[in-house]
């Protein structure tokens, strides 16, 4: 039985199609979106969930990236942004070089025509190969699958899991996995970024990350005993000017002082990074 883990990250084709160019084909800098939050009657506006909150990203032709969350955590909304299906409020998405979200429509028009993005929904049709086998015929020079294994059975779930590879190795295609779960990710995504609360909040090497996860949040995503469901000031805007804490804090297991008076930065760990004041290396021992 082939098990995601087992099967091998890259052939030699993608190595030497990706070796033509270290630019990046698509590349995220500081992406931001927001939503009022509406109460009453009125519908008055009493706050702003920040669902994107400078979100970077890089991946190069052909490369795979895991885009990692539970609902609501903003991989959603930031595969939408890309495609400008909801209106990112700072940043910018350069496709080939070009900022997606300056372009004028027609520019715009093909640019996105280059740019697939496959809802959970397209998966639980009747058959979801057809249905992935259709899209690879438009080519896509990138794929944006949200939730693709969702709905899918385990032998159906391999199966899309070899097309993807497919599309991958054979066509350069670049893919964004976005998933809730981490180790679906092994063996087609090298790299993976987790989200929380619209940040990122680790990033590196997939197997890394499954194997040696950092951050307390992808360590609950990996564990068997999940945490409680998200709060809802994680993503709330509401903590006003001047005043931050790590968004995580209300769930953590390891929260202290610090973590309720400051938001972590994003602090280098071995492979990657993790927005944890347990990895600030200025402040070992705490
Ligand atoms: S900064 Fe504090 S609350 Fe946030 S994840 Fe790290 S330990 Fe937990």
Redesign the pocket.
């Known amino acids: 039985v082939t098990r995601w883990g087992d099967l091998p990250s890259r052939d030699e084709a993608t190595r030497k199609l990706r070796s033509g160019s270290r630019d990046p084909l698509l590349r995220v800098e500081g992406l931001c979106a927001q939503f009022a939050v509406k109460q009453g009657l009125l519908r008055r506006t009493v706050g702003r969930v920040r669902a994107l909150d400078g979100v970077d990203l890089r991946a190069l032709r052909g490369q795979s990236l895991a885009v990692v969350g539970e609902p609501g955590a903003g991989k959603t909304t930031l595969a939408r942004a890309i495609c400008r299906l909801v209106p990112a409020t700072a940043g910018k998405v350069l496709f080939e070089g070009k900022d997606l979200l300056g372009m004028a429509k027609p520019e715009l028009r093909s640019a996105l025509a280059q740019i697939q993005l496959v809802t959970a929904e397209t998966f639980s049709v009747a058959d979801p190969l057809r249905a992935l086998r259709a899209l690879s015929d438009l080519t896509p020079k990138v794929l944006i699958l949200d939730e693709p294994f969702a709905a899918l059975a385990d032998a159906a779930r391999l199966s899309l899991f070899d097309e993807l590879r497919r599309l991958r190795d054979q066509h350069a295609v670049t893919c964004l996995l976005l998933t809730q779960r981490l180790e679906l990710a092994l063996g087609l995504c090298d790299e993976a970024l987790v989200l929380h609360a619209g940040q990122i909040v680790e990033t590196g090497a997939t197997a890394s990350l499954v194997s040696h996860p950092h951050?307390?949040?992808t360590r609950s995503l990996l564990s068997a005993q999940r945490l409680a469901a998200p709060v809802r000031s994680e993503a709330l805007d509401s903590a006003g000017p001047g005043v931050s804490a790590?968004r995580?804090?209300a769930r953590?297991p390891?929260?202290?002082r610090?973590?309720a008076e400051e938001e972590?930065a994003l602090f280098a760990v071995p492979g990657g990074l993790s927005?944890?004041?347990?990895d600030d290396p200025d402040a070992a021992g705490q």
């Open positions: 951050h307390p949040y790590c995580f804090r953590c390891r929260a202290f610090r973590c972590p927005r944890c004041f347990l």
